[in-house]
């Protein structure tokens, strides 16, 4: 017998339901509110180290963190208690949404009722304090309050996917810049495509080579990281294309390669994930660069190749997704790089061909401006892409040194790229990357 526990407490048991918060309860508007709350009601409460345990014992008078990251954890409230005495549970790491916490009562009442009832407590980022009131009401919640996430500096995870050969599966990125084993592939099998964030905490990726030779199909990312099936597509077929995310919560796909040979046009993905139709070409046509965003709400599209010569030009896209004219290359000119934003408000473009690969990377501060070389670190390589995670950190992923690879770089939310990590998931090139939540 079990009660789902959320803003407030329902405790379900012989066919009745006690719905908790009601009375009784003292709750508090999020934000400066519930922090200075949370602040009164944690005076006096001695706090522990982090709890990962599946099981635990909980002691008047303490504060515990539980990190439920791996696991359920049960809590065990003490067999005796007085009147006033106190405890606070706290998400650690914001998983109890997927691990919960489950209280036993441990022969005592529970606002009420007796320990055969199961309380579970089951949103991200909740905290409780229960005092004990007497025999009769037993531990009584008087915060029970979920506490809202800090404002995003970035996205917590990242995806790879697609790529040559052709092939569609993908590889997410967790928090922590893991990439996971392949995904089964969903949608047409491409390379050569775009991928951005959209509508805060979604994504879409959306054209690239299928062997017809092109297309504008599109696939959108759950916040879970899960594809969907096709979209009909929209604009210009092509591949080799560059994307990233503007205006907080939405998304552009720009240049590339079709029919005719290297392309300047781009389509603005909504808030919604829906592609519109193409914006008559702004600044150099090319293929094979790279775009992020930079400056929290706009983006820059950086590097390529003009079908002609390798390229340094950019073009920055505003906050309303309008792209500019050229701006002088700055840096080592080269096309098949990877981008990705960093920091909460830079990006990075990194790796790529002269001719020769290289492992080079170039910074972008949050005004746009992007940075003479930085020297390469990792193994020099191209057609790789790159994303976020972690809410201000990259990696760049994947790539072709010879022959296709699947290693990693990170990069720290200083814009610093680590060695290599070893290779996860299919090797491959020319595939996309993007961010979700």
Same mark, same amino acid.
């Given at each position: 017998?079990?009660?789902?526990?959320?803003?407030?407490?329902?405790?379900?048991?012989?066919?009745?339901?006690?719905?908790?918060?009601?009375?009784?309860?003292?709750?508090?508007?999020?934000?400066?509110?519930?922090?200075?709350?949370?602040?009164?009601?944690?005076?006096?409460?001695?706090?522990?180290?982090?709890?990962?345990?599946?099981?635990?014992?909980?002691?008047?008078?303490?504060?515990?963190?539980?990190?439920?990251?791996?696991?359920?954890?049960?809590?065990?409230?003490?067999?005796?208690?007085?009147?006033?005495?106190?405890?606070?549970?706290?998400?650690?790491?914001?998983?109890?949404?997927?691990?919960?916490?489950?209280?036993?009562?441990?022969?005592?009442?529970?606002?009420?009722?007796?320990?055969?009832?199961?309380?579970?407590?089951?949103?991200?980022?909740?905290?409780? %304090?229960?005092?004990?009131?007497?025999?009769?009401?037993?531990?009584?919640?008087?915060?029970?309050?979920?506490?809202?996430?800090?404002?995003?500096?970035?996205?917590?995870?990242?995806?790879?996917?697609?790529?040559?050969?052709?092939?569609?599966?993908?590889?997410?990125?967790?928090?922590?810049?893991?990439?996971?084993?392949?995904?089964?592939?969903?949608?047409?099998?491409?390379?050569?495509?775009?991928?951005?964030?959209?509508?805060?905490?979604?994504?879409?990726?959306?054209?690239?080579?299928? *062997?017809?030779?092109?297309?504008?199909?599109?696939?959108?990312?759950?916040?879970?990281?899960?594809?969907?099936?096709?979209?009909?597509?929209?604009?210009?077929?092509?591949?080799?294309?560059?994307?990233?995310?503007?205006?907080?919560?939405?998304?552009?796909?720009?240049?590339?390669?079709?029919?005719?040979?290297? %392309?300047?046009?781009?389509?603005? =993905?909504?808030?919604?994930? =829906?592609?519109?139709?193409?914006?008559?070409?702004?600044?150099?046509?090319?293929?094979?660069?790279?775009?992020?965003?930079?400056?929290?709400? %706009?983006?820059?599209?950086?590097?390529?190749?003009?079908?002609? =010569?390798?390229?340094?030009?950019?073009?920055?896209?505003?906050?309303?997704?309008?792209?500019?004219?050229?701006?002088?290359?700055?840096?080592?000119?080269?096309?098949?790089?990877?981008?990705?934003?960093?920091?909460?408000?830079? *990006?990075?473009?990194?790796?790529?061909?002269?001719?020769?690969?290289?492992?080079?990377?170039?910074?972008?501060?949050?005004? *746009?401006?992007?940075?003479?070389?930085?020297?390469?670190?990792?193994?020099?390589?191209?057609?790789?892409?790159?994303?976020?995670?972690?809410?201000?950190?990259?990696?760049?992923?994947?790539?072709?040194?010879?022959?296709?690879?699947?290693?990693?770089?990170?990069?720290?939310?200083?814009? =610093?790229?680590?060695?290599?990590?070893?290779?996860?998931?299919?090797?491959?090139?020319?595939?996309?990357?993007?961010?979700?939540?």
């Amino acid at each position: 017998m079990s009660g789902i526990i959320g803003s407030k407490i329902n405790i379900r048991g012989s066919g009745k339901i006690a719905k908790l918060g009601t009375d009784g309860q003292v709750l508090t508007s999020a934000g400066a509110g519930l922090s200075a709350a949370f602040e009164d009601l944690a005076a006096g409460i001695s706090w522990q180290a982090i709890e990962t345990g599946s099981t635990m014992t909980a002691v008047a008078g303490e504060g515990y963190w539980i990190d439920t990251t791996s696991n359920t954890c049960t809590i065990t409230l003490p067999a005796a208690a007085s009147v006033g005495d106190s405890i606070i549970f706290a998400d650690y790491a914001r998983t109890w949404g997927t691990y919960k916490i489950i209280i036993d009562s441990n022969g005592l009442n529970y606002q009420g009722d007796d320990d055969t009832f199961t309380v579970e407590y089951t949103t991200d980022g909740q905290a409780v %304090k229960i005092v004990y009131s007497d025999a009769t009401n037993g531990w009584i919640p008087i915060l029970d309050q979920t506490v809202a996430d800090v404002p995003g500096t970035g996205n917590k995870n990242g995806i790879f996917g697609y790529g040559a050969g052709p092939v569609s599966m993908t590889n997410l990125v967790s928090n922590t810049g893991v990439v996971a084993t392949d995904t089964s592939g969903v949608g047409t099998a491409r390379y050569g495509l775009g991928g951005t964030q959209y509508g805060s905490d979604t994504a879409i990726f959306a054209f690239g080579n299928d *062997g017809t030779p092109f297309t504008a199909v599109s696939n959108l990312v759950t916040n879970t990281g899960v594809v969907g099936t096709d979209v009909a597509g929209v604009g210009t077929v092509r591949s080799s294309i560059a994307a990233c995310s503007y205006g907080t919560d939405k998304g552009i796909m720009g240049f590339g390669t079709g029919i005719g040979g290297a %392309k300047g046009m781009t389509n603005l =993905v909504s808030n919604t994930g =829906v592609v519109a139709t193409d914006v008559t070409a702004v600044g150099t046509a090319r293929e094979k660069l790279g775009a992020c965003e930079y400056g929290d709400d %706009k983006g820059i599209f950086a590097y390529g190749h003009t079908g002609v =010569v390798f390229s340094a030009l950019s073009n920055l896209v505003s906050n309303t997704g309008v792209v500019a004219t050229d701006v002088t290359g700055v840096g080592t000119a080269r096309s098949a790089v990877g981008a990705c934003s960093y920091g909460g408000d830079k *990006g990075i473009f990194g790796y790529g061909t002269t001719g020769s690969r290289t492992a080079v990377t170039n910074l972008v501060s949050n005004t *746009g401006v992007i940075a003479t070389d930085t020297t390469g670190v990792g193994t020099v390589r191209e057609n790789l892409n790159a994303c976020e995670y972690g809410q201000g950190k990259g990696i760049f992923a994947y790539g072709y040194t010879g022959s296709v690879v699947n290693m990693s770089n990170l990069v720290t939310d200083a814009g =610093v790229v680590g060695t290599d990590v070893s290779g996860v998931g299919t090797a491959r090139q020319e595939l996309a990357a993007c961010s979700y939540n």
